[in-house]
């Protein structure tokens, strides 16, 4: 019987019971989320443990009250892009389907860590576009405009202002790349990427979702031209609704049902330099040096630039990525130079055709896609699984993601932020 | 000076020379050959640094890329360097170092207090608190930063020169121990390109650590006998103090070599470091093992070592890192290191083995030598002292738990072995799997490349015979698959003493229910308790593990604690440690400086800087440049006094009431030739081609093939079956490579041949009333009039020898034309137009006032070509062909392209004289609540000199309902709003008549 | 870094290439196609994990077009092609 | 008016004299000049390109990667059915519009490019260690009449070795000055002797 309306009582977390756990010596601490056993059939399956899948199932339980949920990983739930990425927030989007969205999850944010009763420490330290040319602060001042006509915070800096805030970025007027300003998002900023997933987890799990890890799902039963299930490596689940929110796999899940999608998925690496005391409080970003950067709570520097530019699977990258982000960093902050990188990796993004992603309805009854994250899916966690559960809980897009649909290609209603069409790679 | 803990004899230090340097302030003496951490050991020095988390007190534990404690920040000034390991900075006079992590002082430390909290600090404690009040995580966050951190970052820029270098080789050998070394040789030996590199300064690996003989000799000896062989072979390269970082797809294999880390300063012209971009047919990883510390209370303190550290610092440096100590092992390792320990004057006053059975008989030996009691099946339960060890506790065990009665043991230095970790970092980045050897209690390569091979301790052989041995045989392998036929293999002699097995000790039994902290992270301050903790709640995937507890995320990724805090949680959950599995290695093996990886290509040098022919004439005359892409073009000429604004406008009225030249070389030029030519651009731009006749030019747009406008340029018939297409400068190199493909992979039967003429031509605009008869001056009088060179034609002219297209196109809408010349010559002529037009009052503009011009017409640019429009936006549908087939022509149909929403071209005029911002949005009410809807957006906006308003070009949706009514140009972020009046977009003589004229 | 074995120049680092994605997708007779076989070739991709047929351009050495089979778990080469004729375990054109 | 001087992306910026380590110039650099230069498109291969090659006077086909010819006119491979032909003797479009004849009805074509290419010549033991620091080639297996396009840091160059240790390097002309700089910078190890 699939427990409905289910909530277990959880244990939580509070400075209080942190100090009461210190004297048991931490040893009643509960899991933070169960690992059952599969059951043979669920209401609604997600596949995917990322942030975006916990999200859904969290949302599905607690926004319309479906808990008789699994979340089927098939390594460890955050293992993914969720794992992996450079952990920027924001909603600083040129056109209004994006902006929107985004801006609904920007939302969530604010209130994530009070809502899951785990802090995934969303840290709203600002997130800065610089721009090296006066086209540059023109087309941000288009966005920076549009986001304010949406409701949304931003803030255009002249150089002396970018300086202020980041004092050991290069502003010299003879640099390759002379800062000459920015376009400021004060809300933006960086969260704890595996909190978030756990965060989710944990929640969701308190409201009854199971959580299976170590189960890959390996076919989608369809019949009838509507889904029933899905075969995994722990054996068949049946469903009556499957969402799928595997990011960089996100093809070969929609394969398994027989749909093709304007997805290529490559490899985007990331990079951290070893701990250092606080040297950047803001996440900075340039378009024209291709690298983005930001310092984590534990102190090392952390960046990321462009694709490696090949379709890959590897989740790993290859040296000329990391050496062009590094010489573009060393060059935006010579600083930089004498540091130490400790860590290099890479995540498998599922790149779309116009740089968006999808959240809606496949041409599958009950079959349900959230995907094509590209670059930015993490910021929009709160927000996608919001959507997602909307979405698979009404069988009909809310009107946050109905301009997100798979069939937008064909219609020709691209949401095209860069304007690169349909070259996945250039997005 | 003296060095208190220096031993009398030994070691393979310089005690000639000494070298002075400086830790936190204070002057100590070293010799040459010592590391920092060996000259702080040898005169005393125990506690280097403060823990990442607890501000624990903690000494130097390892010699090597292994060391998790002693990072120290290094030099002060530009020269300063953080997060150095003591372990591995070579030692020069003057060095000056000091510890990190503590505030004010080593000794008194504030942060200290979380060591007294810790019980409230438990792994992963943050996620469960800070959440009150929601808006205070910034606050807390604040501290939290402060706290976290290790060294501090410079704050100059870096003043040393850092270079990469691409070198191919067969066999790449990682590691210069004996199994490399003996591997280098063999294929050397047998005739393959073959570079050895290894991360030390001296070759010999660990025959530097131990009194092993090879050959007779003594190891390092041997070692360095073998690397001067080794240069003196053909073909072969060395690599010293070089570290392979990484391995990368097909065998890349990237390696940093410090070249001048050793020294105070790289000197004159010499680079600090060098990354090598290693290309290798093979590649031999002979990298060695780690040895292993166990967990258990109090195991952090200063004075507990690696047993082969602590042996190590006495034989290669004569150093003695306790005056009485007590080994610790489940290994015949340590009785080895009690052996060298004691050779050193250290005094070892017991062997402590967790097995019951002790170890083989040459172990034994050696702590008979050592003279040191051999404890068996017992373990050092416990460690304490403060400030540093000075006593153990030890007890016996059953495996699973203590037994018998307590000892304690006095001693000012535990040595500790819990088994060896082959170095399988490359291996496994690699792409091999591992395996989990119970025999030897850790994993070892299992299947990889066949490429790539392990040999010697890297493989988990553990006798120096075998290593030697193994290493031949990989080298010889390694050189034979790529066919060289491998020499004959020396007979070498060496030690084969006989060992017993090492136990699997991960952790000394009931190290939970004992007071007192036992580590398995040092850096990251990860105790045992932690990884308990996270099994408990569920964070049980090692992976998880790993998040949750930071454990192995530190400057050593786990080089010490992997192993140990997996098997730990292996134990917890009752499962096998190959269940558990280990976490994934990955590039960088070692921390490598950005300077290194990036090389010479940072700052200016980030990108070349592309320049036209007049570039040098362009700063001469005083023209503010600025970057277009590569490109460097001159934007205005300011005269004295003026500002952008004035220089500008006075550069447009001067175009439209006499002349001007501009500078257009950045255009792409693309030759474009063969029979079917023609055929080829009907093809891949929207317009007709063969029908245009020779000498005629053509405005052409290029669509992606979704629909959307790709480019756009002029396209000449130079001749039947040759054009000449130009393109917009940001856009060259894209349309350059999707016309070769189109010619190349869709229509490989057209015979059309592509040549990019980019750089063979400069390019120059004349421009103005007075455009015509400048020309004719400049070109010696050839006839340019309007019969000869009507508007949208070109012909080619040769004056002097000087090939030039002269076009009759005009971008600014004045009377104009475009001269092309050979590349050689631009300057030449565009020195001649200025002369000779000066008696018609020629001047040059720059690209702003262009850009004007240009809003002034109403052409598009990439602002308003922007990748999210297509033709029919533009108006451009009149000019597309009716039929057959071009790139992007079927995409065109759909939904959204020809909804009456779509946004379409219009020009907008200020209807209060206010500028209209740049990046504005058109709405209907500046001052409604927001969100608001947005009827369109401002492309491009200037300040027309020639109709004396401010004007701008935008897309509006249902263009056609909104001409002739107004809107606000809303910009937010400046708070202003310009109520514009909706025009057609060609302000400026519509009709045309001026460039015709 | 890939090593890319131009059918034209012999083994070249990656670095000298430009990719450009899926080169099974071929462009569809315009005069028959329907519009949704036409946008499918546009924007859908099988997108496999595993053995990819893949345009590269060696922008950086003879500027030709090539069909190289990839392995996009692995990143290994498995055999590289000029822009046209017969591919290896590939139906001609 | 007779034809005015060539003024070469270098001009003014080649400055003679010794770069870098004061100790040794291990290498040497030059700007090298020709007369003519002209990209040779569609010469196809096997006989089709035998016969075009025999047209411009070549016995034989040149295999990729390699140059061939002397100071009249030389053939550099620079990509399939593509060579840059270089002349010291004929002059830009004469050697194209010649070239240009000899190849009619070849289905091959000549484009003069004389002014699009710089080329610099690169001397001395230490040439390829410094190529090396930008170029992804095996220098080690270059001999004396290879050829390459290639790339040399962010550079395109068609890298052709003329003779023991000895390169020239065509480059784009408009990223001469630049590359000019990178050699320097990557050279001042070895010490760098330019002559005009
Ligand atoms: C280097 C890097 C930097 C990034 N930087 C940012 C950034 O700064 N800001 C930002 O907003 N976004 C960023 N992103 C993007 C962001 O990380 C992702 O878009 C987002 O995390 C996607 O979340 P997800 O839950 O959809 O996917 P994932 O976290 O990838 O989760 C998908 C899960 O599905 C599982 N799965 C796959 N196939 C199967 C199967 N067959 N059966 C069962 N489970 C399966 C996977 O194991 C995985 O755990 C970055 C990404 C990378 C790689
Ligand atoms: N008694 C024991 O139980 C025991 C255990 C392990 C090893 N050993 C001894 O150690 C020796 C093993 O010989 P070996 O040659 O296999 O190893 P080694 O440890 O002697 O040499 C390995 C070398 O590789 C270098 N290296 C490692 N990673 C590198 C990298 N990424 N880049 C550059 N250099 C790198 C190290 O600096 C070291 O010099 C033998 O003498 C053996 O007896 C003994
Ligand atoms: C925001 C962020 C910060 C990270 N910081 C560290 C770090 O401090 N130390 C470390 O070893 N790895 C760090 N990593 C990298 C992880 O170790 C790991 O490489 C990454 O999660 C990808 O997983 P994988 O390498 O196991 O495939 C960080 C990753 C992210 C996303
Ligand atoms: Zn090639």
Redo the contacts with the bound molecule.
């Keep these: 019987m699939p427990p409905l309306g289910y909530i277990r009582a959880a244990m939580r977390y509070s400075v209080l019971s942190l100090a009461r756990n210190a004297l048991t010596g931490h040893r009643d601490w509960p899991q933070a989320w169960r690992s059952p056993e599969p059951r043979r059939h669920y209401q609604v399956v997600i596949?995917?443990?990322?942030?975006?899948?916990?999200?859904t199932a969290y949302y599905l339980a607690k926004e319309h009250g479906i808990h008789d949920v699994a979340v089927?990983?098939?390594?460890?739930?955050?293992?993914?892009?969720?794992?992996?990425?450079?952990?920027?927030?924001?909603s600083n989007y040129l056109l209004d389907a994006n902006a929107h969205f985004y801006e609904h999850s920007l939302r969530l944010w604010e209130g994530l860590s009070q809502d899951l009763n785990f802090n995934v420490m969303f840290s709203q330290r600002g997130v800065i576009n610089l721009a090296h040319t006066d086209g540059q602060m023109e087309s941000y001042s288009r966005r920076g405009n549009a986001m304010r006509l949406n409701g949304i915070d931003a803030v255009l800096l002249d150089r002396d202002q970018v300086r202020q805030r980041v004092p050991l970025l290069d502003c010299s007027p003879g640099a390759r790349f002379p800062v000459v300003g920015g376009l400021l998002q004060p809300r933006g900023g960086t969260a704890r990427?595996d909190a978030v997933?756990w965060g989710f987890a944990r929640a969701a799990d308190a409201r009854g979702v199971d959580i299976i890890q170590n189960?890959?799902?390996?076919g989608i039963r369809v019949e009838d031209g509507a889904v029933t299930g899905v075969d995994?490596s722990r054996g068949h689940i049946g469903a009556g609704k499957v969402g799928i929110?595997?990011?960089?796999?996100s093809g070969?899940?929609a394969a398994m049902a027989g749909i093709r999608l304007p997805v290529e998925s490559h490899v985007?690496?990331?990079m951290v330099t070893e701990p250092l005391k606080p040297c950047l409080d803001t996440v900075i970003t340039s378009g024209a040096a291709h690298m983005?950067i930001s310092q984590t709570d534990k102190g090392e520097v952390l960046l990321?630039g462009d694709l490696d530019f090949h379709n890959s699977y590897a989740q790993r990258g290859n040296l000329p990525r990391v050496e062009q982000v590094v010489q573009a960093a060393v060059t935006m902050f010579p600083f930089l130079s004498r540091l130490r990188l400790m860590r290099t990796?890479?995540?498998?993004?599922?790149m779309t055709m116009d740089g968006s992603p999808i959240i809606g309805r496949l041409p599958v009854k009950r079959l349900y896609l959230?995907?094509g994250?590209?670059?930015?899916?993490?910021?929009?966690?709160p927000g996608?699984g919001w959507c997602n559960a909307w979405t698979i809980a009404r069988d009909e897009p809310h009107p946050l993601n109905a301009p997100f649909t798979l069939d937008r290609f064909h219609r020709g209603w691209l949401i095209d932020e860069r304007g690169a069409g349909a070259s996945p790679k250039s997005h | 000076m003296s060095q208190p803990f220096r031993a009398e004899r030994g070691g393979l230090v310089d005690r000639e020379r000494s070298l002075r340097f400086r830790f936190d302030g204070a002057v100590y003496e070293g010799h040459p050959g010592d590391t920092l951490a060996s000259a702080l050991l040898a005169n005393g020095v125990r506690v280097v640094g403060r823990s990442f988390k607890y501000h624990r007190r903690r000494g130097i534990v390892g010699a090597g890329a292994e060391e998790p404690n002693a990072l120290v920040q290094l030099a002060v000034g530009a020269r300063t360097e953080p997060n150095l390991r003591a372990t591995q900075v070579e030692l020069f006079d003057g060095l000056a170092a000091s510890s990190q992590n503590r505030w004010p002082t080593l000794d008194f430390d504030v942060g200290a207090v979380n060591d007294v909290l810790s019980r409230f600090l438990p792994a992963g404690f943050y996620y469960k608190t800070f959440m009150w009040p929601a808006t205070w995580w910034m606050r807390y966050e604040h501290f939290i930063r402060r706290a976290a951190g290790l060294g501090r970052a410079p704050r100059a820029a870096d003043p040393d020169h850092y270079f990469k270098r691409f070198a191919h080789c067969d066999v790449l050998v990682v590691g210069a121990g004996p199994a490399g070394l003996t591997a280098a040789l063999a294929a050397a030996r047998s005739g393959a390109r073959t570079v050895l590199v290894d991360d030390g300064a001296h070759p010999g690996g660990q025959l530097r650590r131990e009194p092993h003989a090879v050959d007779d000799q003594p190891g390092h000896e041997w070692a360095a006998r073998a690397l001067e062989v080794l240069r003196g072979l053909p073909g072969t390269r060395v690599l010293t103090r070089a570290t392979a970082f990484g391995w990368y797809d097909d065998d890349l294999v990237a390696v940093c070599e410090r070249i001048a880390d050793h020294l105070p300063e790289p000197g004159p012209h010499r680079p600090r470091q060098r990354v090598w971009w290693l290309r290798a047919r093979r590649v031999v990883l002979a990298t060695g093992a780690l040895e292993r510390p166990v967990v258990f209370p109090g195991n952090d303190l200063p004075g507990v070592m690696l047993a082969s550290a602590a042996a190590g610092y006495a034989h290669e440096h004569a150093v003695q890192t306790g005056r009485s100590a007590v080994v610790f092992c489940n290994n015949d390792s340590g009785y080895a290191a009690a052996r060298i320990l004691h050779g050193a004057g250290v005094g070892v006053r017991a062997v402590v083995d967790a097995r019951g059975g002790g170890g083989g008989t040459a172990a034994r030996g050696d702590a008979q030598t050592a003279g040191a009691e051999i404890v068996t099946g017992a373990v050092v339960s416990a460690a304490r002292g403060r400030g540093g060890v000075q006593s153990v506790t030890v007890q016996d065990h059953d495996g699973l738990h203590l037994s018998g009665s307590p000892r304690t043991l006095a001693c000012d230095l535990l040595c500790v072995s819990g088994g060896w970790n082959p170095t399988v970092h490359l291996f496994s980045q690699a792409q091999g799997r591992l395996r989990f050897d119970a025999a030897l209690a850790a994993f070892v390569p299992d299947a990889g490349r066949e490429s790539v091979i392990c040999c010697g301790a890297a493989r988990g052989l553990w006798a120096l015979d075998e290593c030697l041995a193994d290493g031949e045989r990989a080298g010889r392998e390694a050189a034979a698959a790529l066919g060289y036929e491998p020499a004959a293999a020396p007979a070498r002699t060496a030690p084969a003493p006989e060992t017993a097995p090492t136990m699997a000790l991960w952790e000394v039994p009931d190290g939970e229910v004992r007071r007192g902290k036992a580590f398995v992270d040092f850096q990251n301050d990860v105790t045992a308790a932690d990884v308990r903790l996270a099994a408990r709640e569920n964070y049980s995937s090692v992976e998880h593990l790993k998040r949750y507890t930071t454990l192995g995320m530190g400057t050593d990724q786990g080089r010490t604690s992997n192993v140990n805090g997996l098997a730990i949680m292996a134990a917890t959950l009752g499962r096998a440690i190959p269940e558990v599995g280990t976490t994934t290695f990955r590039p960088p093996y070692a921390p490598i400086t950005f300077g290194a990886v990036a090389g010479m290509e940072v700052g200016r040098d980030y990108e070349p800087v592309r320049r036209t022919p007049m570039h040098d004439w362009h700063v001469a005359a005083g023209a503010r440049m600025q970057n277009v892409g590569l490109w460097q073009r001159a934007r205005y000429y300011p005269r004295s006094g003026e500002s952008m604004a004035d220089a500008v406008c006075r550069e447009v009225r001067h175009v439209r009431e006499t002349v001007g030249i501009v500078d257009v070389s950045t255009f792409g030029k693309i030759d474009i030739r063969g029979p079917d030519a023609a055929e080829f651009l009907e093809r891949v731009t929207i317009n007709r081609f063969h029908n245009l006749k020779p000498g005629r030019c053509r405005y052409h747009v290029m669509l992606r093939e979704d629909g959307h406008v790709m480019d756009d340029g002029t396209t000449t018939r130079v001749r039947d079956d040759v054009f000449y297409m130009t393109t917009t400068t940001a856009a060259a190199g894209a349309v350059m490579s999707h016309l070769e493909y189109h010619a190349q992979a869709v229509w490989p039967e057209l015979r059309v041949h592509l040549t990019s003429v980019s750089d063979q031509w400069g390019g120059l605009a004349i421009a103005g009333p007075r455009a015509r008869e400048v020309l004719r001056a400049a070109l010696d009088g050839a006839d340019v009039g309007d019969e000869a060179l009507p508007f949208m034609s070109s012909r080619e002219v040769t004056i002097a020898g000087v090939r030039m297209r002269v076009f009759r196109i005009t971008f600014s809408g004045e009377l104009g034309y475009e001269v092309h010349m050979a590349a050689d010559h631009a300057l030449t002529v565009w020195e001649a137009v200025l002369d000779e037009g000066r008696g018609f009052g020629v001047e040059p503009y720059g690209t702003e006032a262009m850009a004007v011009m240009r809003i002034e017409k109403g052409h598009v640019v990439h602002a308003e070509l922007d990748g999210r429009t297509i033709p029919a936006d533009f108006g451009f549908d009149r000019m597309m062909r009716k039929d057959g087939d071009f790139v992007g022509r079927r995409a065109l149909g759909r939904e959204a392209f020809t909804d009456p929403r779509r946004r379409g071209f219009v020009g907008l005029v200020s209807r209060n004289g206010r500028p209209i911002p740049a990046g504005a949005h058109l709405v209907w009410n500046p001052t409604a609540p927001v969100p608001m809807h947005t009827y369109g957006h401002v492309t491009s906006t200037c300040y027309s000199p020639t109709l004396d308003a401010h004007i701008a070009l935008a897309l509006v949706e249902e263009p056609a309902k909104w001409k002739g009514r107004t809107l606000y140009a809303a910009s937010p972020l400046k708070r202003r709003s310009t109520e514009v009046h909706i025009t057609d977009p060609v302000f400026y003589d519509p009709e045309g008549r001026r460039a015709r004229g | 870094m890939i090593l890319i074995p131009c059918p034209h120049c012999g083994p070249r680092a990656q670095i000298e290439f430009t990719y450009g994605g899926d080169a099974t997708v071929r462009r569809p007779d315009p005069g028959t196609a329907s519009d949704t076989e036409w946008l499918d070739h546009v924007y859908l991709r099988d997108n496999p994990r595993g053995p990819h047929l893949e345009w590269w351009q060696h922008t950086g050495g003879c500027r030709a077009w090539i069909r190289v089979r990839r392995d996009t778990l692995t990143h290994q080469v498995l055999g590289a092609w000029p822009a046209t004729g017969p591919v290896a375990g590939e139906a001609t054109p | 008016m007779t034809e005015p001087v060539r003024r070469s992306a270098l001009e003014g910026h080649l400055e003679p004299g010794r770069h870098g380590a004061p100790d040794g110039a291990r290498v040497r650099l030059s700007q090298g000049r020709v007369e003519g230069v002209t990209q040779l498109q569609g010469i196809g291969d096997g006989a089709a390109a035998g016969q075009a090659l025999a047209a411009l006077g070549f016995t034989g086909e040149p295999a990729a990667g390699r140059a061939i010819g002397g100071a009249d006119l030389r053939l550099l491979w620079n990509g399939p059915g593509q060579y840059l032909a270089v002349s010291s003797r004929r002059h830009e479009q004469q050697l194209s519009a010649a070239l240009n004849e000899a190849l009619a009805g070849t289905g091959a074509c000549a484009v003069d490019v004389s002014h699009a290419r710089t080329l610099l010549r690169l001397a001395g033991p230490a040439s390829r260690d410094l190529l090396a620091k930008g170029c992804p080639l095996d220098l080690d297996v270059m001999a004396s009449g290879d050829c390459a396009p290639t790339v040399v840091s962010h550079f395109n160059v068609l890298l052709h070795c003329d003779g023991e240790d000895a390169f020239e390097l065509w480059v784009t002309r408009s990223f001469a000055q630049s590359f000019l700089e990178w050699l320097l910078h990557a050279g001042a190890e070895y010490g760098v002797q330019v002559t005009a």
């Design positions: 596949v995917g443990g990322g942030g975006h899948g916990l999200a089927l990983e098939k390594g460890w739930i955050g293992g993914g892009n969720t794992g992996r990425n450079t952990t920027i927030v924001r990427h997933a189960c890959e799902v390996t995994t929110v595997v990011a960089g796999n070969r899940l985007l690496q990331a983005y990321g990796w890479g995540g498998i993004m599922d959230d995907g994250w590209c670059y930015g899916g993490f910021k929009a966690t996608s």
